[in-house]
């Protein structure tokens, strides 16, 4: 079984921060050779500049001269005729070649060595400088910037991808398994369905009866077709209809489900509100948001459902007197998957989220101040 969404996302963050450490590090490495090289590089230079400086002015190498430029430079200068070193604290350097290059010594101390004439040559000593590299430092700071923006960027794309990928998977297994539902129950079910029109009802508690069979039917119809609209989701056919009217059909079928959780249901509905609507989705959706707010409310409570008409649009916010939705529900409560109900799919709000926007409308999600959670839901009103 595929992962959750919340726990792929855990997985990628943890996995993305893993490799911005790595690579931090290896970036790290990668300026420190570069800071070497360069620093190598410049002390090369500045022997060569200095021994040609001495060479060209005709200088005495004498300790004096040595101590001199030394003073000068900071670095240690030493003259050497065949294997004496004036002044010499670097013994290890008596045999060796005279040909420019960089010698690693004991302690943390490099050399280089310069021919002056056949007679004579010149030695540069210094203690290795070390990395300079430091967050403090500009240049390092907005390298370590621009490559923690750019793996932030490409792993962004990366968790979308991956995301994306994911929900597909689990779309097209909901697809197999929807279809195959559907076709198991729908049979059965329309044969219920025929069974309580034909029975005819002998006193006021069959036709309760019938009544019940019949909006349990239909609920069970309209799961089957949530999940098919999950499967294969089709755009919605719009004919002029009244949602108040629907909304309150919606709740009579939902009284009795509402009296046995001790909810009770409070319409301010102004009649009528035409809108161009999918009678069925539209009805789908109110079920679906009113059916999470009753089981939001186990201990019972007050669901209101109000209507307010602006020029062009019509908001309903549907507000119950349960906990409110947490802070992640805000955050992702429309996305696929997504629950925090136990045995929940995380179907519902996500698919009353796409009738809303097939119908060009709008939902948001958010908490009541007194307590409670409240979704409002904008729809545009059918123009004369």
């Given amino acids: 079984m595929s992962a959750s969404p919340t726990k792929l996302r855990l997985s990628l963050a943890l996995s993305f921060l893993a490799f911005v450490m790595l690579g931090s590090v290896l970036l790290l490495a990668w ?15 500045f022997a060569k500049s200095q021994a040609d400086f001495v060479r060209e002015m005709h200088l005495p190498r004498s300790p004096k001269l040595a101590s001199d ?19 010499a604290r670097v013994h290890i350097l008596s045999d060796a070649p005279a040909d420019g290059q960089l010698l690693t010594l004991l302690k943390g101390r490099e ?16 203690r290795h400088p070390g990395s300079s590299l430091s967050l403090d430092d500009p240049a390092t700071r907005n390298v370590f910037l621009a490559f923690w923006a750019v793996s932030g960027f490409v792993g962004w794309l990366l968790a979308r991808e991956r995301l994306k990928r994911a929900q597909s998977e689990r779309l ?9 539902l559907a076709h198991d129950i729908k049979n059965p079910l329309a044969s ?41 989701p089709l755009p919605p056919k719009l004919v002029k209809l009244d949602l108040a009217a629907c909304i309150q059909d919606v709740a009579r079928n939902l009284d009795a489900q509402a009296r046995h959780a001790s909810v009770e249901l409070l319409l301010t509905l102004p009649a009528p ?39 062009h649009s019509c908001e309903l916010r ?12 805000l955050a992702h409560g429309t996305e696929l998957f997504f629950t925090e109900k136990e045995g929940g799919m995380g179907v519902g709000l996500n698919i009353v989220s796409s009738i809303v926007t097939a119908h060009g409308g709008t939902m948001h999600l958010q908490n009541d101040p007194k307590g409670g959670a409240v979704v409002i839901v904008s729809l545009p009103l059918l123009t004369a």
Avoid: C
């Fill in 273 to 311: 509100i035409f809108i161009m609507g999918d009678s069925q989705r539209m009805a789908q959706a109110v079920r679906n948001i009113m059916v999470n707010a009753i089981q939001a409310m186990p201990r019972g409570g007050k669901l209101s459902v109000n209507a307010h008409t602006l020029a």
């Fill in 31 to 45: 300026l420190q050779y570069r800071e070497e090289l360069e620093s190598r590089r410049l002390f090369s230079a």
């Fill in 318 to 329: 549907f507000t119950d007197s349960g906990t409110g939705f947490s802070e992640s529900a």
């Fill in 192 to 232: 219920i369905q025929l069974h309580a029109q034909l029975m005819t009802p002998q006193n006021e508690e069959d036709r309760h009866a019938i009544r019940l069979i019949e909006n349990e039917s239909a609920v069970i119809a309209g799961l089957v077709n949530q999940w098919l609209h999950l499967a294969n």
């Fill in 69 to 87: 430029l030394q003073r000068l430079s900071g670095v240690s200068i030493f003259f050497r005729q065949g294997d004496r070193i004036n002044g």
């Fill in 172 to 180: 097209a297994m909901l697809g197999r398994v929807a279809t195959s």
């Fill in 111 to 126: 050399a280089i060595i310069l021919r002056l004439d056949d007679k004579e040559d010149i030695i540069f000593e210094r």
